[in-house]
């Protein structure tokens, strides 16, 4: 269930990296993402500390490259399965950067981002895709969704995720 913008099964992790939709904007697109951090590595708090403007970026050199990067998705899917989400699904949020679908371009004005702890060329786990099969019922349910695309279709040459490991058969 969807209450106030809020999926019921995820956890709330409230990021500040997020704005108002333009005014009459209807959500259509899901966005699918992955992210690892320290890049390929998994079971960590440091995704969640990213979204949420507490990464501590002297714990592993490759946080280096994200001091004072704001992003944050909606949900994140953890390997396990768990959700969380970030940004309520009225907000804007900043997951896409420059983006364009179907020449409409600022794919954030009018999608919802959902993150999965992963990476290009590691296969995702069968609880993600359980749970982002949940989401997406519950997101179609809710909404007026009519596409979902990965962050590589709307960015092409700049971003590659979910990559050549996510099964786009395994979706409902």
């Given amino acids: 269930m969807i209450t106030n913008h809020r999926l019921d099964m995820a956890t709330q992790a409230p990021s500040e990296n997020f704005n108002k939709r333009p005014n009459k904007t209807e959500i259509s697109l899901i966005v699918i993402h992955n992210i690892s951090l320290p890049p390929g590595q998994f079971n960590n708090p440091y995704i969640e500390d990213f979204f949420t403007n507490q990464l501590d970026t002297s ?4 946080f280096k490259t994200l001091e004072g990067v704001k992003v944050a998705p909606h949900l994140l899917i953890k390997r396990d399965g768990r959700i969380i989400q970030f940004v309520d699904f009225d907000k804007r949020a900043w ?17 919802i981002g959902i993150e999965l702890e992963g990476a290009d060329h590691i296969g995702y786990e069968t609880q993600q895709y359980t749970a982002l099969n949940q989401v997406l019922s519950k997101l179609k349910s809710h909404y007026p969704i009519t596409d979902i695309t990965g962050h590589s279709d709307i960015s092409p040459g700049r971003k590659t995720d979910p990559g050549p490991a996510f099964k786009w058969s395994q979706l409902i």
């Fill in 59 to 62: 714990k592993h050199a490759y």
């Fill in 95 to 111: 997951h896409a950067g420059e983006s364009t679908f179907n020449n409409a371009p600022d794919c954030n004005n009018y999608s």
